[in-house]
């Protein structure tokens, strides 16, 4: 069964600390990544996507990285701003054609205090 | 900031009424979609969008309809709400895939409550 899990659940640190969310997926064939922000009450907005090829993305403070043979991604941020408190979402694509479909996870629910 | 937009952005309602809750991109694109959102929970896709007059059911049954009859509007439709309609709504669209690999960019939803 296709699946995309992601740890932990919650998470609470202090404005500038750095922090790593988890996401184990079991979606196969595996097309790309995606990183989403989901900020209260708002849409999500896409962080990073990596494909089988790529280790390693940045996007400013967000770095991603891919295992595609323990099928397992981190989203490392660095010196964390109130403003990253929000949901992140890691989001699997099972192929790059029209026909691929997307699994999402649950999210990572973060929050940034001063 | 992607161009696409929902409304209305919040609405209560009472069981048995019609609802049609809009979604616009100015984007261009030919690919769109609508998502149900759940608090804590993963997105659920329950509708989607190749182009005009093109529609197709997502992996979580809906008693929801589309329509899409202009490439930048894609309406949802519940005939008769219910409480069990209660939920986020959120709206997406796509560029083909030469162009970011077919992100999906999403507006803001709408969170229906239904007494």
């Known amino acids: 069964k296709n699946q995309v899990e992601q740890s932990p659940q919650s998470l609470i640190i202090l404005e500038g600390k750095n922090c790593t969310l988890q996401c184990n997926y079991t979606v196969s064939p595996f097309s790309n990544l995606r990183w989403y922000k989901q900020d209260t009450g708002r849409g999500p907005v896409s962080l990073t996507i990596m494909t089988f090829s790529e280790n390693t993305k940045s996007n400013g403070r967000y770095t991603a990285t891919l295992d595609a043979d323990t099928k397992q991604s981190s989203l490392h941020i660095t010196a964390s701003q109130l403003s990253d408190s929000a949901s992140y979402i890691c989001v699997v694509s099972d192929r790059g054609s029209t026909l691929g479909r997307l699994y999402f996870g649950r999210g990572t629910q973060l929050t940034v205090w001063p | 900031e992607a161009d696409i937009y929902q409304t209305p952005r919040y609405l209560v309602i009472g069981t048995g009424k019609k609802i049609t809750l809009e979604c616009s991109q100015t984007m261009g694109h030919d690919k769109m979609y609508w998502y149900q959102q759940d608090p804590g929970m993963e997105l659920h896709l329950i509708h989607y969008s190749y182009g005009v007059n093109s529609t197709e059911k997502g992996d979580l049954s809906s008693e929801s309809t589309v329509s899409r009859i202009r490439t930048e509007h894609f309406p949802l439709t519940l005939e008769s709400a219910r409480p069990s309609h209660t939920s986020q709504y959120l709206c997406?669209?796509?560029?083909?895939?030469?162009?970011?690999?077919?992100?999906?960019?999403f507006g803001p939803g709408t969170r229906l409550l239904v007494l």
């Open positions: 997406a669209s796509s560029g083909p895939a030469h162009e970011d690999q077919e992100t999906q960019y």
